[in-house]
């Protein structure tokens, strides 16, 4: 009587490499799409009207900011410190670290209001949003603005702190003609002016634990390579192809910004040049 004797030898090799590399392909997925999710993202808020002193912005998913009254009525008087304090709600956030108090950020002898930033930048259980602060001067022959980005961290059992400040946006006027002969020698462009514009985004890379940001500026000055330091009138007259906008080198930049756990701050890969001339008023 014939028998069969059981298959005591290995599976064909391609098998075996069917075996051996499903695994490690779907273990290759789980990793990238982890990895997608934890990704940080950049969500744009939907900026209400200001009501009663509140200021409110808000994603498609109901997490908002607002700009309120530190204090009123009894709450002032029970000794909870004024000015305004930025908030974040929603996304069962826990309130007792979700105020920030933006006395700091305000200067009390200047001209200084107060924004909310429109994005919102979010990743794993932390937050980062903004709040701008618009600084005003007024001069005989013009007038100048600046705005400053402040973001804010929002993270699990911590009370918020500002962990980035930077310029966002500015705009300077100066100088003008007094005389026949001044509109003769600036060739009837008789103010200096000055424009600074910057972004922030996202790189997508994290640096202990916080996503790394890339800042973008572009500086313009008419007419021409202008500057606040020296007087238009004292060099030689303007012509007309001197009449043009141009755009500094020096403070049209980019930097990337990595948190730093030691100062609970974020640091430029290298300093930011002098833009006083266009970032001051």
């Not at 014939?2 to 392909?25: E, N, T, W």
């Not at 004024?82 to 069962?92: A, P």
């Amino acid at each position: 009587m014939l028998g069969f004797a059981p298959y005591k030898h290995s599976p064909p090799y391609p098998v075996l490499i069917m075996f051996k590399f499903i695994p490690q392909a779907t273990l290759l997925l789980l990793s990238v799409s982890t990895a997608l999710a934890a990704s940080p993202r950049m969500s744009s808020l939907k900026v209400s009207q200001p009501e009663a002193a509140v200021m409110r912005a808000c994603t498609q998913d109901e997490l908002c900011v607002e700009i309120l009254p530190g204090c009123e009525g009894e709450a002032c008087a029970s000794g909870e410190a004024d000015g305004k304090v930025f908030s974040l709600t929603g996304g069962q956030r826990n309130p007792v670290y979700s105020r920030y108090h933006l006395a700091e950020l305000l200067s009390p002898n200047e001209d200084t209001s107060l924004q909310l930033w429109p994005k919102l930048i979010r990743f794993g259980d932390g937050i980062l949003a903004g709040a701008e602060t618009k600084l005003r001067s007024m001069y005989s022959g013009g007038g100048a603005s600046s705005t400053t980005l402040h973001l804010i961290a929002f993270l699990p059992d911590q009370a918020p702190f500002v962990v980035l400040s930077v310029p966002q946006s500015a705009s300077v006027m100066i100088r003008a003609c007094f005389s026949e002969q001044n509109m003769k020698q600036r060739a009837g462009a008789c103010h200096d002016l000055y424009d600074f514009n910057a972004s922030l985004a996202l790189t997508g890379a994290y640096a202990a634990d916080m996503p790394v940001l890339r800042y973008r500026s572009k500086a313009t000055s008419f007419p021409g390579p202008v500057s606040r330091s020296k007087d238009s009138l004292s060099g030689r007259p303007l012509r007309q192809r001197d009449i043009l906008t141009v755009t500094d080198p020096q403070c049209s930049y980019q930097r990337l910004y990595r948190f730093d756990p030691a100062t609970r701050a974020y640091i430029a890969n290298k300093p930011a040049p002098d833009c006083s001339d266009y970032t001051t008023p």
